[in-house]
């Protein structure tokens, strides 16, 4: 049987629906600081449309709102014509209410015609619903591979440490299709390519983060021969995505690494063992290290250790954001890597929490004695944290995991 989502009251598209719709709140007031009032009403400000839109712009502010339109149909109860006006009418009150938001910062621009755009997006997305419901009701050649995850206890949290890991590349999260802001990502290629200045301790960074990640999808995958072609895909996906997120940008380092990482993984295929997820977590740890360690190493201590939790990343709350999703998905992995090698009981918990913050700690120590480094107590915090949180998603899974295999 293919999989349906047309379902109005299935909970998985209701949760998809609510965290997309915050997903765009959160784009549409990014950067959220510097609040103010507005130096004249709103609604005028709503009511004049611009002389000049950018078609980049034009065609954003449509998009991003077709995903929420198809969501909310097949997230929302009664019959396809009534979701079909109720989702188009919320986009609608949703647009409105986040222009509404933007005449308070100074760094975004109302506009009313945002909100024609946005509306528009919405009921085309109301209107491709039905496509999208055929096309996963249609019957799949080779039925097998229509759930490709496999089902054991610690799943839930491998999936948790790929999302982080997805995160902490593709933060902030605010899409943008301006062609100027695009070539601005991808232009650091070209200079390396046309300069020089290729940083192999970068790119072998990439290389073991790539194979970090393939083991945790031969872990997660129900077929692990398969990882090596999941891991490709995943790759592509992440690094063309990478220049369409606003102040992200692609290397040579990164694209040679996740290049190279991704053909040693598909060299030694195969089924997931504790050997191999001691590879990973090797793996892991060098990349943790070589990311954090960046500078060259002084004779004398150069930065003060900050022992207060959050306080640079309350400061500087975007920065922050990025911080705390990269130092997150470590620890995130870890978890996972020790609960698929059988680590479930309390006492790997707590040893393994203590373990990641230890490690943790010592790189921040030794950031001390590196130029323009910041030690942070946070940085040792938050991977703990991820460990704990990680590893407890695994466990309850382990505890209610039904008997019976996933269909």
Known sequence: MGISLSTPRCRLTRLMAGAYLLLLAYGTLFPLRDWRPPGMPVTGILLHLPTYA???????????????????????????????????????????????????????????????????????????????????????????????????????????????????????????????????????????????????????????????????????????????????????????????????????????????????????????????????AVALLATWAMAVLTEPFTTTAQEAFNWIPLREHLTNPISGILDLIDTAWPGAVLAYLALRSGAHHRGALVCGALAVVAYAGALEWLQRWQPDSYPDVTDILVPGCAWVITFLIGTRSHRTAAPTALS
């Not at 006006?85 to 938001?101: P, W």
């Not at 009313?112 to 528009?120: C, E, R």
């Not at 063309?240 to 993984?265: D, H, M, N």
Request: with cysteine; aromatic share 10%.
């Open 54 to 280: 950018s078609s980049a712009d034009m065609a954003t502010n449509v998009l991003i709102y077709v995903p929420a339109g198809i969501l909310l149909v097949f997230a929302l109860p009664g019959a396809r014509l009534q979701r079909a006006v109720l989702a188009v009418t919320i986009c609608a009150l949703l647009s409105f209410s986040l222009e509404y938001l933007q005449a308070w910062l100074p760094a975004r621009t109302p506009s009313g015609l945002d909100l024609m755009l946005n509306t528009t997006g919405a009921l085309l997305g109301t209107l491709a619903a039905p496509l999208v419901s055929a096309g996963l009701r249609y019957p799949t050649i080779l039925p097998e591979y229509e759930n490709p995850l496999r089902y054991e206890p610690a799943m839930r949290a491998g999936l948790t440490a790929i999302a982080l890991w997805i995160g902490s590349h593709w933060a902030p999260f605010v899409p943008s299709l301006d062609p100027w802001q695009v070539w601005q990502s991808v232009k650091p290629v070209w200079i390396t390519i046309r300069d020089g200045g290729f940083d192999p301790v970068v790119a072998s960074a990439y290389v073991l983060e790539t194979l970090a990640i393939g083991v945790v999808l031969s872990g997660v995958l129900r077929n692990p021969y398969s990882a090596p072609l999941w891991l490709a895909g995943l790759m592509a996906v992440l690094l063309i995505g990478k220049p369409l997120i606003v102040i992200r940008s692609l290397s040579a380092e990164s694209l040679a690494g996740v290049a190279v990482g991704t053909l040693l993984f598909a060299v030694a295929p195969g089924p997931f063992t504790r050997r191999r997820a001691a590879f990973g």
